[in-house]
């Protein structure tokens, strides 16, 4: 049986582990966390777990609602990753490409 998300089909078909109720409650706080925009992915799974979610089913959410992780830069060359949701990702990932997103 599919699941369904946002009134969408998985592709994912039968009872695996992470595709019940928990998985539809982890889409559904995770479309609503990065609905304000990118944000880490350390900061998401903390909050995440906080809320009742282990990190493999925030990741299976992740793909669930067609978020994105990605590399953001910092002004010392260093990284870390960040979440986006599906409806941002082409502007995050090209103004990253161009270095726009640069934090001091």
Same mark, same amino acid.
């Given at each position: 049986?599919?699941?369904?998300v946002?009134?969408?089909?998985?592709k994912k078909?039968?009872?695996?582990k992470? %595709?019940?109720? $928990?998985?539809l409650? /982890? /889409?559904? !706080?995770?479309r #609503? =966390?990065?609905? /304000?925009?990118?944000?880490? +992915? %350390?900061? #998401?799974v903390?909050l995440?777990?906080? +809320?009742?979610f282990?990190e493999?089913?925030?990741?299976r959410?992740?793909?669930?609602?067609?978020?994105?992780?990605?590399?953001? !830069?910092?002004?010392?060359?260093g990284? =870390?990753?960040?979440?986006? +949701?599906?409806?941002?990702?082409?502007?995050?990932?090209? +103004?990253? $490409?161009n270095?726009?997103?640069?934090?001091?």
């Open positions: 049986m599919p699941v369904e946002d009134g969408k089909k998985s078909r039968g009872r695996k992470g %595709s019940g109720e $928990k998985l409650a /982890a /889409a559904a !706080w995770l #609503a =966390f990065l609905a /304000a925009g990118p944000r880490r +992915a %350390s900061e #998401a903390a995440g777990e906080r +809320a009742g282990s493999p089913t925030l990741e959410a992740k793909r669930e609602i067609g978020a994105r992780s990605t590399y953001r !830069w910092v002004a010392d060359g990284r =870390f990753w960040i979440w986006t +949701a599906s409806e941002s990702v082409d502007g995050c990932v090209r +103004a990253q $490409k270095r726009e997103h640069v934090i001091s």
